[in-house]
């Protein structure tokens, strides 16, 4: 149950993205983290459903915006009344990232822009791109203060998305978060972990709580990400680093409600029941609705669908092979079907809650020859043509 001084976050003044002639205020301070294969227009308007304030797409390439690939316009195309519309890009070279920035401002594409420097997947880090690329201090500063300028004819703010840094030894966040700021970003999100963590352990949230003091004198909120997977942690990630919103990532992961947890967890109630088996039926089959309106195919989006039927009934008892046919399901008759044989029964809370999605173990972290040398060095690092959000 959430406690006096940590009830009533809704209270406190409106999280904005602003731009030189106003701000895009956000509903709730609560934010859908961008993951790879899972944040597509039909998720993010599941979750718009459920509470969240902003709700942002895959991460794409600038590279592969520019280029026009048929599969990235998709994945920035909005649902049905999104607004803001929100994109996050990745990009190592200024011509590519400039170039993507005028293209969505010109084609009014979004109202918002996050930079991605938060990704640990070896086939970014190895190109010195995701969460390696802040060590450059000189080339993260290039990129955001391009990225800033190419966006403000269009009014569009710009956000940074960032990790602690890429090992223990090596911990850039503080330094990165301070050129972002006075560069003029609307907000920076941290993600409490290391690259060399990937998602293993707990993150750590004292390093928010830092980067919220080190940029106390800029007056740029910080976002904290990490490890909610309650709305009760939405609350005690607020009270505890002082951070102006919260990114959710893999707690919502078969759970959007999560975000309608959170929003009321932050207005104070501390009895917030949680939803039987029938209820997390109901939003499952919404979802697929979504994927089929989305991908005007009913067999790719139950494809789609597939990966999170694991996550929608993870704690819960299903009978005979209904698991597994729910896990291979075709069309939405045989969804519906399938559905239609489950028993209600309470949330499995202990197992429901608990941590999800991606628990890689940590390594270390694929680099450019060389890239640790000398963190002033203006690198020239090679593109990447895919990769996950951090």
């Excluded at 707690?251 to 109630?269: H, I, K, Q, Y």
């Excluded at 963190?375 to 690092?381: C, D, K, Q, R, S």
Aim: net charge negative; proline share 5%.
């Amino acid at each position: 149950m959430a406690s006096a001084t940590t009830s009533r976050l809704l209270d406190r003044a409106p999280l904005r993205l602003d731009t030189r002639v106003g701000a895009v205020e956000l509903i709730t301070p609560i934010v859908l983290a961008p993951m790879a294969g899972i944040t597509n227009a039909a998720f993010r308007l599941l979750c718009r459903e459920q509470g969240a304030g902003l709700f942002i797409s895959e991460m794409m390439t600038a590279r592969a915006l520019i280029e026009r690939n048929e599969e990235s316009l998709r994945m920035i195309d909005p649902a049905e009344g999104e607004s803001p519309r929100s994109v996050q890009l990745y990009a190592t070279k200024l011509d590519e990232l400039v170039a993507a920035v005028k293209m969505i401002g010109e084609e009014e594409l979004a109202d918002h822009i996050d930079l991605n420097f938060g990704c640990p997947v070896p086939k970014v880090t190895r190109k010195g791109g995701g969460a390696a690329l802040p060590y450059k201090r000189r080339l993260f500063e290039s990129l955001v203060s391009a990225a800033v300028i190419a966006a403000k004819p269009f009014d569009i703010p710009i956000t940074v998305k960032m990790r602690v840094g890429i090992d223990s030894e090596h911990e850039t966040y503080l330094d990165a978060g301070m050129i972002a700021a006075r560069l003029g970003v609307a907000w920076v999100a941290l993600h409490a972990r290391t690259a060399e963590q990937l998602y293993e352990g707990k993150s750590d949230w004292q390093k928010i709580a830092n980067l919220v003091e080190h940029l106390k004198s800029t007056g740029v909120p910080v976002l904290g990400n990490g490890d909610i997977w309650t709305g009760d942690d939405g609350v005690r990630m607020m009270s505890e680093t002082g951070c102006a919103g919260v990114v959710v990532g893999r707690g919502c992961l078969g759970r959007p409600w999560l975000f309608r947890d959170l929003v009321r967890a932050f207005s104070g109630e501390g009895v917030r029941p949680a939803p039987t088996l029938f209820e997390v039926k109901e939003v499952l089959r919404r979802h697929a609705q979504l994927l089929a309106n989305y991908f005007k195919n009913e067999e790719r989006a139950c494809r789609d669908l597939r990966k999170h039927m694991a996550w929608y009934l993870k704690g819960f008892r299903v009978e005979g092979e209904i698991r597994p046919k729910l896990g291979m399901v075709k069309d939405l008759a045989e969804l519906d079907y399938l559905l239609s044989q489950l028993e209600d029964q309470p949330y499995p809370t202990e197992v429901g809650d608990a941590p999800r999605g991606r628990r890689s173990h940590g390594r270390s972290v694929s680099l450019p020859q060389g890239w640790l040398d000398d963190p002033e060095e203006f690198a020239t690092v090679d593109g990447c043509d895919s990769g996950s959000g951090g």
